[in-house]
Every structure is written in C-alpha cells, then in structure tokens.
C-alpha cells in the first residue's frame, strides 16, 4: 500500500562463545592443531618442485622431506555404440611434506594449501610465529596465491582411563550438546543409556560465530579391540571472507584474521566439558 513504511529488517546478532579463563592442563587432551591457509589452485605446484621454498625454510626446524604422490586411476569403458562417461575429478595434487626430526611439527604444501601442524601444542605464543614466518616465506615464493580461506583447527581426545576416570559415563565429562543419543533423557526418561549399545557417534553442527565460521564434531573413538572408548572433540574456525584475498599482501590482516580464531578456539573447549573433567585435566592458570 502506498505511503506504507516497511520496518527495517531485524537483524540477530552472531553467536559468541563465552569466554573463559584461559589454563594450560597438566593433563593435556589436545592431539593436534592444525592452521591451513588454502588458496586457488597454484598449478605450477602440481609439476614442479618447490625448491625455493624448500630453501627458505629451516632445515634446522624441518629436517625431514617427504611427497605424497597422488594415486591416478584409468577408467575403460567397452561399448558397441556412442556412450556418456562422466567427468573425472581432477586426481589430488602432490603434497609436499616438510617435518622436524620428531615428526612433532610439520609443514604441507600443495597446489592448492599451505599447512602447519603439530602434535606437541605448548602454546599460541609458540605456534603462532611460526605460522606467520611460513606465510610470510609463501608469499615470497608465490606471490601470485589467491587466498580463499583460512582455517585454525583443534582436536583433543578424552581418554578416561588415563584421568582414572574408566568407570564415569561420557554425560558426566562432556557436554550434551555433544553426545546426541549418549545424553541422558535423550531417547529414554529411565536412565543413562547403555555406552556399549551406541556403535557409533558422529555429531556434526557448522556455526555462524561473531567474526568467524565454526565446523565442530564430536566423535564416539573405540579401540581395536573394542575394550576402550575415547573421545573427540575437533573445532575447525575458518574465514572465507574479503579479507583473505588481503592475507599475503598484509601481515597485519593475517595476525588479526588468525588472533581471531585463536580466540574463538580459546574459548570453546571449557565449554564442551563438565567440571569434573575439567578438574581432572589438572588445570593451571596461564
């Protein structure tokens, strides 16, 4: 109707994550971090040896060169008369691989990412200048990457029985916005459900936070053996915003993009578990 105002579209505000009081556990549970800057596909990579970034990095931190080859397959299809065979994907590019003697840090690089991960996670003030060195070595070498996306990933794997804690149920160390059907009340108001009858758990959610992306997983581990469970909770927080393309012409966007996520990431792990667990990991302030 003419004359008529439209009210202005509601706008809610982005999840955030509450902060909690940063502590560095006695009992570590972190397995592993990952932070993958990925770009458009470099094809040169794909054919030739990075021998100039090879040469920047130190060989003092990554003594140990290795390339995973990708597998190519040949498919033939008989036939008596005019047929459609479907496109191939394009087989996964080299991967380059660059490892301290312990196998403790490594870096991967490929046509398409740059990776630094590691085993033995001490701190941020430990891992974050060697992810801007190896970014800033990167762009050197290729200066003509379009970065798409930048991820920071955190895994950690609950053992029970290292925490002596082998006869408490997962509902009293980990959240149940992680357990799905292992939540109690979840399927049955009698009690608990019984852990041995859950073959397998899988939880998945891709979150929309304040200044960051959020893939989070929990995932029910069992041993051969099918004696022992642990369990993981894995937070991939990732950019794909305009500020990527920014990433290698700016040292100061890259910080600021990856202090972001370490601040998200920071925050999630005090709120995917309970207080005993939390006591259990032997806690001290940082």
């Not at 994550?17 to 470099?42: G, M, T």
């Not at 003594?63 to 036939?79: D, Y």
């Amino acid at each position: 109707m003419r004359g008529c105002r439209v009210p202005p579209a509601f706008v809610r505000p982005r999840m955030k994550i509450a902060p909690s009081n940063r502590v560095k556990y006695a009992h570590n549970p972190l397995a592993e971090v990952v932070c993958q800057l990925r770009f458009d596909r470099l094809v040169e990579l794909d054919s030739s040896e990075p021998a100039e970034f090879q040469a920047a990095l130190s060989n003092s931190t990554y003594p140990n060169r290795t390339v995973e080859q990708p597998v190519g397959i040949s498919l033939h299809v008989a036939t008596n008369g005019p047929v459609s065979v479907p496109q191939l994907p394009a087989p996964p590019a080299r991967v380059f691989q660059f490892a301290a003697a312990d196998s403790s840090w490594r870096v991967s690089l490929c046509s398409d990412f740059v990776a630094l991960s590691t085993n033995r996670y001490e701190s941020w003030d430990d891992f974050q200048p060697r992810m801007l060195e190896l970014v800033e070595i990167f762009a050197k070498c290729y200066s003509g990457a379009v970065p798409k996306r930048l991820g920071l990933r955190y895994k950690d794997v609950i053992e029970r029985e290292s925490l002596g804690l082998a006869d408490t149920p997962w509902h009293e160390l980990v959240k149940p916005f992680l357990l799905g059907p292992l939540a109690p009340g979840a399927l049955s108001d009698d009690s608990p459900p019984d852990e041995g009858e859950i073959g397998n758990l899988l939880l998945q959610s891709r979150l929309k936070l304040e200044d960051c992306m959020l893939l989070l997983q929990s995932t029910l581990l069992r041993s051969i053996d099918g004696g022992r469970q642990a369990f993981l909770i894995d937070g991939d927080f990732f950019t794909e915003d305009a500020t990527c393309l920014e990433m290698l012409r700016d040292a100061t966007v890259f910080r600021g993009a990856l202090d972001k996520l370490h601040n998200n990431a920071g925050a999630l792990f005090q709120r995917c578990i309970t207080g005993k667990l939390h006591n259990a990991l032997s806690p001290e302030s940082t």
